[in-house]
């Protein structure tokens, strides 16, 4: 049994805090309009520095995968993380604000 939930782009709730466990290119393409980034490889490492414990955490990625892990290894470590379901194609196909690097037309990559 995981020890994290899953909500849907549609169930997260507003000014909620987003953080994208995608790598560096895929978060420059195309991402949730003021998410934080924190590729899932750096998490380990960066975790305890840069997020805070009191802060609920809707973590995605592109389909739900590396977000699931992310989620269940903050949640181990005593942090409130929900895993977004469908990604950021999810957040895409459901009409959330968007934004990319340099003005770019947002893309999921």
């Given at each position: 049994?995981?020890?994290?939930?899953?909500?849907?782009?549609?169930?997260?709730?507003?000014?909620?805090?987003?953080?994208?466990?995608?790598?560096?290119?895929?978060?420059?393409?195309?991402?949730?309009?003021?998410?934080?980034?924190?590729?899932?490889?750096?998490?380990?490492?960066?975790?305890?520095?840069?997020?805070?414990?009191?802060?609920?955490?809707?973590?995605?990625?592109?389909?739900?995968g590396r977000?699931?892990?992310?989620?269940?290894?903050?949640?181990?470590?005593?942090?409130?993380?929900?895993?977004?379901?469908?990604?950021?194609?999810?957040?895409?196909?459901?009409?959330?604000?968007?934004?990319?690097?340099?003005?770019?037309e947002p893309?999921?990559?």
């Amino acid at each position: 049994m995981s020890m994290y939930e899953t909500v849907t782009v549609n169930e997260i709730p507003e000014g909620a805090t987003i953080l994208d466990v995608r790598e560096d290119y895929e978060f420059e393409a195309g991402r949730a309009a003021g998410a934080q980034h924190l590729p899932l490889d750096q998490l380990p490492e960066r975790f305890d520095a840069e997020l805070d414990p009191d802060t609920d955490y809707y973590v995605i990625c592109r389909t739900g995968g590396r977000s699931a892990r992310a989620a269940e290894f903050l949640q181990a470590r005593g942090f409130s993380a929900f895993n977004i379901a469908g990604g950021s194609g999810a957040w895409l196909e459901a009409g959330k604000p968007m934004e990319a690097d340099g003005g770019a037309e947002p893309i999921v990559k």
